[in-house]
Structures are given as structure tokens and as C-alpha cells.
């Protein structure tokens, strides 16, 4: 069954570095997101993609996030200059035209030191 | 404005108990879609269902069943007779109508952790 992949799983970075976050979504998928979970706490939405731009964004996605498809198959989440409350899971989901349901992929666990 | 509320952080039980995860969702849109997550200690997160707010019917996938209530504003999740492997964070979600480029992002409630006991 096709899945939502995501690298790395792990992450560790300093405090003012930068780093994009992969994703390959299902192939036949036409919506992207990310979504992140801080430690203990709920899912939170970041921004939708769709049509090569961005849908939706929430408060959180801020100047320092952005996202890409730099090809016909990766999706990329980039935080210019992480700080220590960036730390938490990233999930990248997606779903198929006229379908609600996102499927999410395992997450990349960022970690700011 | 849009809202999940799972008022049960955490819910333990023995095994071949039947156990109810309440959901209780705010929106002002009349259409809108309610869905459960399961997120089990591997950390991914498994799509179970999908509800339309206009199907009220309830559904019933082997040991799971869903009874969705529009009078209440709740979508609860029932799991008969469960099982060590239904250990997990249970999320109830919520998406609104939406236009455009955008079928709706997901509004998560905070989950309600189930551990089921030998």
C-alpha cells in the first residue's frame, strides 16, 4: 500500500542553523501539509500546498517557514533559523483530490539545542 | 470558531473491556468532516475514519464503531472487546468546507491515551 515517507526521522540541530525537512507524498495525491507536534501535546496545522502554492497557513507558519516542491515527487518543509521552540515532531501528510481523509507519514523528530 | 474538545486525557482498561473515547466538536459551518486518528507509541499517525456531516449514520469496522450525533456536536469512538495492540493516543479531528486550493486543514483535539492492561 502506497504510503508518505519522510527523512530524516531524527534531527538535531543548533539554535540559528537552518533545515528543510523531506517529504514524499503518495504518488497520486494532489494536497500536501505539515503539521507538528510538540512533545505531549495535540497536532497542529502549519500550511496546506496545492497547484505548486501555498492554500492555507496557520499563525505558527511564520517568515522563518517555508515550503517547496522542488520536484514531481518531494515536498520540503525549510525553518531558516530554528529556535528552541521549533522543537517538536514534524508530519508531512497528504490526500487525493475529492478525498477529506490526510494520510501522514511517520514524522521527523526535530530537536533544537 | 472551530474546536475539538476530548475531555478524557487518559483511559485505562483490562482487556476484553469495551471502552467509549468521547469527542465533542465546535464549528459554525454545516458542512464539515470529523475524523479519528490513531497515533500508537511508534508515533505515527493512522487514519481510522471519516465522517460528513451530513451522513449521520453510525458505522461499525470490526471491533471499532463510531456514533456521530449532530444534536450533541459529538463523534464518539467505541472499541469492543479491546485489545493490548489498541494501546495508543486517540485523536478526534475536525475540517471545515473549504474553497479554492484547499480541502480543509485538520483541527485536532489533544487525544485521549488508551492503555489496555493483560
Known amino acids: 500500500e502506497p504510503e508518505v515517507t519522510q527523512t530524516p526521522s531524527h534531527q538535531v540541530t543548533q539554535m540559528g542553523q537552518e533545515v528543510i525537512l523531506r517529504c514524499v507524498p503518495i504518488?497520486?495525491?494532489?494536497?500536501f501539509y505539515w503539521y507538528r507536534q510538540i512533545l505531549g501535546q495535540k497536532v497542529e496545522f502549519l500550511v496546506s500546498f496545492y497547484n505548486n502554492e501555498i492554500s492555507e497557513k496557520s499563525e505558527i507558519f511564520d517568515d522563518q517557514f517555508s515550503v517547496e516542491r522542488p520536484d514531481g515527487s518531494n515536498f520540503t518543509l525549510k525553518i531558516r533559523s530554528t529556535k528552541l521552540e521549533d522543537s517538536a515532531m514534524y508530519f508531512c501528510?497528504?490526500?487525493?483530490?475529492?478525498?477529506?481523509?490526510?494520510?501522514f507519514g511517520p514524522g521527523t523528530r526535530l530537536t533544537v539545542t | 470558531a472551530q474546536k475539538v474538545t476530548q475531555a478524557q486525557t487518559e483511559i485505562s482498561v483490562v482487556e476484553k473491556e469495551d471502552v467509549t473515547l468521547d469527542c465533542v466538536y465546535e464549528?459554525?459551518?454545516?458542512?464539515?468532516?470529523l475524523f479519528w486518528y490513531k497515533q500508537p507509541p511508534s508515533g505515527e499517525l493512522v487514519f481510522l475514519i471519516r465522517r460528513n456531516s451530513f451522513d449521520e449514520q453510525n458505522e461499525i469496522s470490526g471491533r471499532y464503531s463510531w456514533n456521530f450525533q449532530k444534536s450533541t456536536s459529538s463523534f464518539n469512538f467505541t472499541i469492543t472487546a479491546s485489545q493490548v495492540v489498541d494501546s495508543a493516543v486517540y485523536f478526534c479531528?475536525?475540517?471545515?468546507?473549504?474553497?479554492?486550493?484547499?480541502?480543509?486543514?485538520?483541527?485536532f483535539g489533544k487525544g485521549t491515551k488508551l492503555s489496555v492492561k493483560p
Open positions: 504518488s497520486n495525491h494532489l494536497y
Open positions: 501528510a497528504s490526500s487525493p483530490w475529492g478525498a477529506r481523509e490526510q494520510y
Open positions: 464549528t459554525r459551518d454545516t458542512t464539515y468532516y
Open positions: 479531528a475536525l475540517s471545515e468546507e473549504a474553497y479554492g486550493g484547499s480541502q480543509g486543514n485538520l483541527i
